[in-house]
């Protein structure tokens, strides 16, 4: 079976308006984004542990926020295969975006990402 041209679409949408809540600075209006993205039991698995849940999560993109004043995440096309996807991306300030780099694995669930495992490049640390 084939991976469908709408369930590349459907996942590169999903992913577009990931990085759009991670690159918004208001936690309420971030929040109120995330039902038409993200699973209710969502999380994100990273070096430093899990967020679980839409509040762990918006506090995690907070703390990444706060630690990082004016940077923004910069995506490349999802790579996708059979409800998992791959997106490469780069981090920093709008004048070096690729300042740190790193990759996210998605799984994606009756139309929502239900998960995300987060991959920084050594290099980057």
Do not use: C
Request: aromatic share 12%.
């Amino acid at each position: 079976m084939n991976t469908s041209a709408q369930e590349i679409e459907t996942a590169q949408r999903l992913i577009d308006l990931h990085f759009e809540i991670w690159n918004h600075t208001d936690k309420a209006a971030r929040l109120a984004k995330f039902a038409a993205v993200y699973a209710p039991d969502f999380f994100v698995a990273d070096y430093a542990g899990k967020a679980r849940g839409f509040h762990e999560v918006n506090d995690l993109i907070e703390r990444v926020q706060s630690g990082h004043a004016g940077f923004v995440f910069s995506p490349d096309p999802i790579a996708w295969n059979h409800g998992l996807g791959r997106v490469s991306w780069g981090y920093g300030p709008k004048a070096q975006t690729h300042l740190i780099r790193g990759e996210d694995i998605f799984t994606v669930r009756d139309g929502r990402l239900s998960s995300a495992y987060v991959f920084i490049d050594n290099a980057s640390r």
